[in-house]
T-cell receptor
């Protein structure tokens, strides 16, 4: 059965304290791995798509990387506005995405 | 562009009542999806429509029906609401790149 596991469940950071979130997956025929940001009371907002091992994508203070079994979302020098829940999802053989439960990041000023 | 819109934003139902959640997208996407999100469980796919005229079950379809009204609109119906259907419901759409774009959600409480 396809599984997506995110760790840690929650992460509290001081402003400027860099860290990484993990998304591990077991899926056959990976077509893409997606990262989303979700603010409280809102829908998920698309951040990145990664297609193959070794690929990296960056956006402002966020950098996503992909290996054959996991993806990392690195947050460099975070600011309070980076506080959100970060979701990863994998796409396998068809249109469907399987989502992890998310990592809630809180950045204190 | 509004992206993906959903109505209503909030709804309270009594057990056994029915309702339809509406979703529309203006990105000319072929595929549309309905998810529910519950604490600690992540997003779970209820139904999806790969293209206009087709619908398929997702992970948790029991108790729901869907209609792909046209390319823009995809509705979700609860025929007889149950407390277990208390959740936040999200509609999403995707184009050729498969990345999904989500609406703002409908917060449903069934008492």
């Amino acid at each position: 059965e396809d599984q997506v596991t995110q760790s840690p469940e929650a992460l509290r950071l001081q402003e400027g304290e860099s860290s990484s979130l993990n998304c591990s997956y077991t899926v056959s025929g990976l077509r893409g791995l997606f990262w989303y940001r979700q603010d409280p009371g809102k829908g998920p907002e698309f951040l990145f798509t990664l297609y193959s091992a070794g690929e990296e994508k960056e956006k402002e203070r966020l950098k996503a990387t992909l290996t054959k079994k996991e993806s990392f979302l690195h947050i460099t020098a975070p600011k309070p506005e980076d506080s959100a829940t970060y979701l990863c999802a994998v796409q396998h053989n068809d249109y469907k995405l399987s989502f992890g439960a998310g990592t809630t990041v809180t950045v204190r000023a | 562009n509004a992206g993906v819109t959903q109505t209503p934003k909030f709804q309270v139902l009594k057990t056994g009542q029915s309702m339809t959640l509406q979703c529309a997208q203006d990105m000319n996407h072929n595929s549309m999806y309905w998810y529910r999100q519950d604490p600690g469980m992540g997003l779970r796919l209820i139904y999806y429509s790969a293209s206009e005229g087709t619908t398929d079950k997702g992970e948790v379809p029991n108790g729901y029906n869907v209609s792909r009204l046209n390319k823009r609109e995809f509705s979700l119906r609860l025929e007889s609401a149950a407390p277990s259907q208390t959740s936040v419901y999200f509609c999403a759409s995707s184009g050729r790149a498969y990345e999904q774009y989500f609406g703002p959600g409908t917060r449903l409480t069934v008492t």
